[in-house]
Nanobody, 122 residues
Framework: QVQLVESGGGLVQAGGSLRLSCAAS????????VGWFRQAPGKEREFVAH????????YYADSVKGRFTISRDNAKNTVYLQMNSLKPEDTAVYYC???????????????WGQGTQVTVSS
């Protein structure tokens, strides 16, 4: 089973940037699509961004389009989420997940990381 470890979260002011990393334990990760999700207190987990195995195809939730960029480095077994122009409503725990049968639908991902907290102050 692939294990994922997210890092890079923290506290940032509105308008600032953070880059999240999702590092995998197994090489099979490099052949899997990956998604980023987030969950704010009292809310359901929501889709943020998706990338295919090669990095040639990505798509985003409307709420982050134009501000967030997902990318991957398969040589490092790592997927990234660059977050710019952060807003207080981006505050959440961010999770990466891999190998979906239906990209964008959380229940269909085979494995998940433990999450990293992102807090955006106004």
């Amino acid at each position: 089973q692939v294990q994922l470890v997210e890092s890079g979260g923290g506290l940032v002011q509105a308008g600032g940037s953070l880059r999240l990393s999702c590092a995998a334990s197994e090489r099979t990760f490099s052949s899997h699509a990956v998604g980023w999700f987030r969950q704010a207190p009292g809310k359901e987990r929501e889709f943020v961004a998706h990338i295919n195995w090669s990095g040639s195809y990505t798509y985003y939730a409307d709420s982050v389009k134009g501000r967030f960029t997902i990318s991957r480095d398969n040589a490092k077994n790592t997927v990234y989420l660059q977050m710019n122009s952060l807003k207080p409503e981006d505050t959440a725990v961010y999770y990466c997940a891999g190998h979906p049968s239906e990209p964008g639908r959380a229940p269909t991902y085979d494995y998940w990381g433990q999450g990293t907290q992102v807090t955006v102050s106004s």
